[in-house]
């Protein structure tokens, strides 16, 4: 299982005392350095210098940790658990690759690094690491210093990794990964498109409509932070086995209370009938029903996205809404505020979850109706800084990517 080892991680407790110490003692400089890590590289291994006050975050107070590179992380993290192993830190994304820490049955840490993404996973393979981005950048803006773009989701950071956590309790590691991590614009649309879907969440909860269905809900916590808001209506939450599972277990280790009117429904979008899976569960297909759709159009194929629409408009009251942000396309698409970038970077990262769909700029009115559904609502990136990111004083927090689009739908 185990190739070589291809990290090493030291705790020190002043970060720059110490990168001028191995600099000296290597005869080298790091190669990358921030205040979340300094990394030298020393022949096929990487040292990894990082802050002492997360050495709690480690088992056993253990100041030294190594990975061992391995071809299948997934693979070897699972072995790992049935030969009795438990988990320290999940499995992680990091700039290089995949990461995971362990302990042995005998107490000792291991930890695992695969370099290449392996592009075979699947969904059903793993847990969605884009539902892991987007819960990461909630916890993120949860703690911004300015109320006014402040995020509202308090329950976000209960459902990431430990070492995806750590840094956000450091004001200057947040900074960093501001300026270093996020793609400019794509942060900004996260704090946009909660703002946008919580405030039709709360207002279908207030007016108690019969039934929301979160359509591959991820690490969506609305559920459970509205919970006060909810009297009759029925909450569905749909999305593959492996992150509906990891989402269960977190909540009952954290004690978040799971509200009796939510069903959670495993599905493939890709293989299974929509309306088999709702319907198993009491879905009712004769009632005013909102379906939010978040994250989720532009990982999708065509084909799947069609069926959606259709679906909601065969199997929804008149009067319904789906709720959903896209992905535009169009000749000058990628001359857009970050959006060649962005997209880029979503192509490389996710290799489980890659981008595949999108609505050519001004069709999409057109093809709603088609499907029987009615456009009431769309926002470009301008007129999601506009309506979302405008501060008090007239001035915009910041800029939205011209990837993306808000929208909602109302079934005719």
């Known amino acids: 299982m185990f190739k070589s080892v291809k990290n090493v991680a030291y705790l020190v407790d ?24 300094i990394l030298f590289k020393i022949g096929d291994t990487v040292l990894s210098l990082l802050p002492w006050q997360q050495k709690n975050t480690i088992t056993n107070d253990n100041s030294t940790v190594v990975f061992w590179e391995v071809d299948d992380i997934d693979f070897s993290y699972n072995e790992l658990l049935k030969l009795g192993a438990k988990s320290v830190s999940e499995i992680t994304i990091v700039p290089d690759g995949r990461t995971a820490r362990l302990t042995d049955p005998f107490g ?88 946008f879907f919580d405030s039709i969440v709360q207002a279908g909860l207030s007016e108690n409509v019969p039934q929301i269905v979160f359509l591959g809900a991820g690490y969506d916590s609305r559920a459970y932070r509205f919970k006060d808001l909810i009297r009759n209506t029925m909450l569905y939450e749909l999305d593959v086995r492996t992150t509906q599972q990891r989402k269960i277990q977190i909540l009952k280790k954290e004690n978040v209370p799971i509200p009796e009117n939510l069903a959670f429904v495993e599905i493939d979008f890709n293989k299974q009938s929509l309306k088999d899976a709702l319907v198993k569960e009491g879905f009712r297909i004769d009632v005013e029903t909102i379906f939010i759709w978040e994250g989720v159009t532009y990982y999708l194929p065509h084909k799947t996205i069609s069926d959606t629409f259709e679906f ?30 962005l997209h880029e970077k979503m192509k ?65």
């Not at 009251?317 to 970050?338: E, L, N, Q, V």
């Open 14 to 37: 002043n970060l720059e005392e110490a990168s001028k110490w191995y600099q000296v003692l290597l005869g080298l400089e790091p190669f990358f350095v921030s205040p979340i890590m």
């Open 108 to 195: 000792n840490i291991l930890g695992i690094k695969s370099i290449e993404q392996s592009k075979s996973k699947s969904l059903e393979d793993r847990p969605s690491e884009t539902a892991m981005t987007v819960a990461f950048c909630r916890a993120f803006s949860n703690l911004e210093e300015n109320e006014e773009i402040r995020g509202a989701d308090y329950l976000a950071e209960i459902f990431l990794t430990l070492d995806t956590r750590r840094p956000l309790k450091d004001i200057t590691s947040r900074e960093y990964i501001r300026q270093n991590i996020f793609t400019d614009g794509s942060y900004e649309f996260f704090i946009a498109r909660t703002k």
């Open 312 to 341: 909601v408009k065969s199997n929804s009251a008149p009067g319904s809404h789906i709720c959903f942000d896209y992905a535009i396309t169009g000749p000058d698409m990628f001359k857009r505020y970050k959006a060649k970038e």
């Open 348 to 412: 490389s990262r996710y290799t489980a979850e890659f981008t595949q769909s999108g609505f050519k700029e001004g069709e999409l009115s057109k093809y709603l109706l088609e499907k029987g559904l009615n456009l009431i609502e769309n926002y470009d990136s301008v007129e999601i800084e506009k309506k979302f990111l405008t501060l008090k004083d007239g001035t915009l927090a910041g800029k939205v990517t011209g990837l993306f689009c808000l929208a909602k739908a109302e079934v005719i």
